[in-house]
């Protein structure tokens, strides 16, 4: 818990840092690479790697093709357990809504469906435009 409660980490920690300490992102390359190519806002304005986030900053990126809105409760600079990071902020982003997919994909290798499989991948390809 000490590594939480850092005094260096009060006045501010660099937005990788943060991403990474508190496992938004599996390393603080990725998390330097998604700030270079604009894929983070802080506070509504561009973030470079180097940017300070402070507690009640909110944060949003998109990561892993998922919108991501936080607010920053803790700043911190190291990475913890996955409990304690949880703790560090709050996630305002919205519900992810799953696709509908087809129900049977062909399988490699199979060869050509025969016609009730060619039917019944139709049926499903109606309803999913439906």
């Known amino acids: 818990m000490e590594r939480v409660n850092d005094p260096r980490a009060t006045d501010g920690t660099r937005i990788d ?14 998390a330097t690479r998604l700030c270079e190519g604009g894929h983070v806002l802080v506070n509504g304005s561009s973030a470079k790697p180097s940017t300070k986030v402070r507690a009640g900053d909110r944060m949003e990126a998109l990561i892993a093709d998922r919108k991501r809105v936080i607010e ?23 519900p992810v809504v799953p696709e509908a997919g087809p129900g049977i994909m062909p399988m490699r290798g199979e060869g050509r469906p025969n016609k009730r499989l060619r039917r019944e991948l139709e049926r499903l390809r109606q309803a999913a435009d439906a």
Do not use: F, H, N, Q
């Not at 840092?17 to 990725?30: E, F, G, P, Q, S």
């Not at 911190?76 to 902020?89: F, H, K």
């Open 72 to 94: 920053v409760v803790r700043p911190i600079e190291s990475r913890v357990g996955a409990l304690v990071a949880a703790t560090c902020y709050v996630d305002l982003s919205p």
């Open 17 to 30: 840092r943060w991403l990474c300490a508190v496992r938004l992102v599996k390393t603080r390359l990725l």
